[in-house]
């Protein structure tokens, strides 16, 4: 009996030992645990704002990035409601970059797309009222996600409803449950195998935290050890928390669903105290087997065992017997797989990575759990996705192209602030391949064009609108004999032309020779500060779009042009905190100026004629004419690349639509990527109205020789933009009838006339306006408003939106693709094909036709 005692109490002593020892671990691991969690993503937060351009379909896409669900009445936040036009948001608490901003009900309404009468749940009113941001993904996928949660934060329903069907004695057993234990052998002997465990949620805990899943007695052993150890030091609620947020429910690729926080967003797209009792049960029942019980892959078998725990939850009172029938009858209701992806804006979020690398490192990323606000805009990426997949896959039909070799790439930007609002780098936008809006080169054929005009426009003692630009044939011999003989569509010239409408039509021939007027180098320079700084060749063929761009760096050219010359670095990036929300680091807007604001004006009015008379024609037969659109089309050899470039006052977009195979598409800009741009620009609310012309800048009239018409002496010509430095030449034909002309000069006329210049003494020099010009815009901008104003008083309801989309335009308007001289094409075909095999996208080094060493005239 001694040695029985002896060997008991040495027994006693080693399980102490191994119990302090166990304790000690226990307590390190938990109370110095940290999850490491990848960065979450959040989009811009949509500002509801008093007299704001919004329409209904744009705004039910923001509620569902948001997961708002639309209910008859609000019950909680993350719900809205409409009446009519009359509608009612329960806006959910969130931390923003600026600070945190509570649960609050805002009421408004939309009256012809504008919103109206903002106020607050009491009555007050709101200039703004900023909504939460949607979650748009996580960055660097793989290992182990979760979004925990506290425990004042789960929904008393899910805790009773976990406790019911994992452990019923939780409350009440110190680790382990012998009564769970014998409970669980009972069901397994009737059975005749294992269906039922005897672990409790304590014992799951540990395992889950400290051990691996593989069946051992040493493991059950240390399992119960540890149980008991934690319910000595932590309480209940802390012991459920940490389940909570620990338990495996899902498998995403090399992700891994782990919590109830994460798994409510992972299948129904929404925040785990907004889920209804059907879903928390499909939720509680994967925990017993989120593999076996997959949703998507075992719909039937999942929903089995969901119903299996809502009849548990009636057992428990915790539904009525009438919600278990109704519950029962509804359909498991998760998203789609697509849905549920960790990215489900790839091309977005390459960018994105980009522009965060610099500040944090890749592990930061991966575990540090970081919040990362974003320009996204739900709601025009979604428009974006709509217009790129519907539109390709319709001009592929109507055009006879083979089906689903057409691919895409779209930028949206905002002028202003340089925001980059959507962003699709494949056909299906949520395909992670391939980003071809960011690494895909591709020649821009007539997309560089303004370029040319603009250089030549700065120079206002030489160039300006009405300048004739002789269009006719040219010939330009290299060094080592390669002849450039670029032509016009159709092979036809067209003499001398205004300069504005040599770039409104595309003319190729006028544009070529401008360019060898101003020189390679001058050009050159111009697209530099323009923010290009991809490779340029020094060689004519530039001046018809020999450059390699990507989408991302041709929206940032033009964005150039749509904010005046005021280049705006391009940004997806606007600040970044802790997990909490805390210690955020803010990323400012960054944007210089060098270009003119004078001669970006008269290049805009240039731009905005592509639309009314030129290649863009055919898109305002959509677009709504008060609004100052602005762009122009590219089309390159043999029709490989089909692309458009074009801004309102508010928005830059970007389209491109082409093969990965580089082979023909038979599609010019007009006829492909501007019919992609048009869908996307005629749902996007934009600002109406002329834009206004900075200091410096003077309205003429002119005929069709680009000489002033003194409108108190003739009639007709065209009234267009010069710089205040211009010194424009008289019409012959207003001349002699001033009948007092000879009065006035010997009296001494202050007006400062001469027969080699038009009037300008009314102006300050380098920043006046002439007062009758500025009188006349003021009346036709009363007439446009009053216009607009009756058109809104008699237009019927879908009256715009039924509208003919595209038309044909007519041949003459085509541009012409860009043309390289003999031996060049050749090249560049070489150059292509080797490119299109390269996964990386990463263009090969492209071998010039000229050295740079050649001087060009």
């Known amino acids: 009996m001694v040695r029985l005692g002896l060997l008991a109490l040495v027994g006693a002593l080693a399980l102490v030992a191994y119990m302090v020892y166990l304790d000690v671990q226990l307590r390190e691991r938990l109370d110095s645990r940290q999850y490491q969690l990848p960065a979450r993503v959040f989009a811009r937060p949509l500002v509801l704002r008093e007299g704001m351009v919004m329409r209904p379909d744009e705004l039910a896409a923001e509620f569902a990035a948001l997961n708002y669900r639309e209910k008859q009445t609000l019950t909680e936040p993350g719900q809205w409601t409409r009446a009519g036009m009359d509608y009612r948001v329960w806006r959910r608490d969130f931390v923003h970059a600026d600070g945190r901003e509570p649960a609050e009900v805002v009421s408004f309404r939309l009256r012809n797309d504008e919103l109206s009468g903002l106020q607050g749940e009491s009555g007050q009113k709101l200039r703004e009222f900023r909504l939460d941001a949607a979650t748009i993904g996580t960055l660097l996928g793989g290992g182990d996600d979760r979004n925990p949660v506290r425990f004042a934060d789960i929904p008393p329903l899910l805790a009773n409803t976990l406790i019911a069907v994992e452990d019923q004695d939780f409350l009440h057993h110190f680790g382990v449950s012998p009564r769970g234990i014998a409970r669980a052998m009972v069901a397994n002997l009737r059975a005749g195998g294992v269906v039922q465990g005897g672990s409790t949620i304590t014992q799951q805990l540990v395992k889950n935290i400290f051990f691996d899943h593989k069946p051992s007695l040493w493991r059950k052993f240390n399992e119960a050890l540890m149980a008991v150890l934690m319910e000595l030091h932590y309480d209940k609620p802390y012991i459920l928390q940490e389940y909570i947020n620990e338990v495996w429910l899902g498998q995403q690729g090399s992700r891994a669903i782990y919590g109830f926080g994460l798994a409510s967003e992972f299948y129904f797209q929404k925040p785990l105290d ?273 450059v390699e761009l990507t989408p991302f760096e041709v929206a940032g050219m033009y964005q150039t042009f749509a904010n005046g010359g005021e280049n705006v670095e391009l940004r997806t990036l606007l600040a970044v905190s802790d997990a909490q929300g805390e210690q955020v680091q803010k990323f400012r807007r960054k944007a210089d100026r060098n270009v003119d604001a004078v001669p970006a004006f008269l290049l805009r009015y240039s731009l905005e004629q592509v639309m009314r008379e030129g290649t863009g024609k055919s ?232 050295s740079d060493e050649d001087q060009w005239p």
């Open 274 to 546: 907004t889920l209804e009792p059907h879903e928390m049960a499909l939720l509680v029942g994967l925990a017993k087997g989120a593999s076996y019980y997959n949703p998507w892959r075992n719909p039937e078998r999942a929903l089995e065992r969901r119903n299996t725990v809502l009849e548990v939850m009636q057992k428990h009172e915790l539904i009525s017997a009438d919600e278990l029938d109704r519950y029962r009858a509804l359909p498991l209701g998760v998203a789609s797989v697509a849905g549920a992806a960790q990215n489900p804006y790839p091309a977005f979020t390459e960018r994105l990575l980009q522009e965060l690398r610099p500040f944090y490192s890749y592990e930061e990323l991966r575990t540090a759990g970081l919040r990362v606000y974003t320009s996204l805009a739900p709601s025009v990426q979604k428009l974006v996705e709509d217009a790129v997949s519907s539109r390709a896959e319709q001009l592929e039909k109507d055009r006879g192209i083979q089906a689903d070799s057409l691919q895409a790439a779209t930028v949206v930007v905002d002028n202003e602030t340089g925001n980059v609002l959507a962003m699709v780098g494949d056909r299906r936008p949520s395909y992670p391949g391939f980003n071809r809006a960011l690494e895909a080169r591709r020649q821009v054929g007539s997309l560089i064009k303004p370029a040319v005009f603009l250089t030549a426009l700065e120079r206002p003692h030489q160039y300006n609108l009405a300048t004739l630009i002789e269009d006719a044939p040219i010939r330009v011999e290299a060094p080592d004999g390669q002849v450039w003989m670029p032509s016009n569509f159709g092979n036809q010239s067209h003499g001398p032309t205004p300069l504005y409408l040599a770039l409104a039509k595309s003319y190729n021939q006028a544009t070529a020779r401008l360019g060898l007027d101003l020189g390679i180098e001058n050009v050159r320079q111009t697209i530099r500060r323009l923010g290009v700084q991809a490779d340029l060749p020094r060689v004519p063929s530039l001046f018809l779009g020999a």
């Open 619 to 850: 898109a305002m037969r959509s677009l709504p004419g008060s609004v100052a659109f602005a762009g122009k089309t590219g089309t390159t050899n043999d029709y490989r690349d089909s692309w458009f470039a074009g801004f309102s006052p508010d928005v830059t977009a970007v389209v491109w639509l082409g093969r990965d195979d580089n082979e023909r598409t038979s599609l010019t800009g007009a006829t492909g990527a501007l019919t992609v741009w048009t869908e996307i620009m005629r749902k996007l609310p934009h600002r109406h109205g002329r834009v206004g012309a900075p200091r410096g800048v003077e309205y003429k009239t002119v005929n069709d020789r680009g000489q002033f018409m003194d409108p108190r002496y003739c009639e007709g010509g065209r009234n267009m933009p010069f710089s205040f430095e211009t010194r424009l030449e008289p019409a012959p034909e207003c001349a002699g009838r001033d009948r007092f002309r000879w009065f006035r000069d010997f009296f001494g006329d202050d007006r400062g006339e001469t027969d080699e210049t038009a009037p300008v003494e009314e102006m300050t020099p380098g920043w006046g306006v002439d007062p009758r010009e500025q009188q006349r815009e003021q009346e036709r901008e009363r007439q446009l408003q009053e216009q607009l104003r009756r058109d809104d008083e008699t237009q019927q309801p879908g009256e715009f939106e039924q509208a003919p989309l595209f038309e044909e335009e007519p041949q003459q308007f085509e541009e012409e693709p860009l043309q390289l001289p003999r031996g060049e094409e050749e090249e560049l075909r070489e150059q292509q094909e080797i490119r299109s095999q390269d996964d990386t996208g990463v263009p090969v080094e492209e071998a010039q036709p000229w």
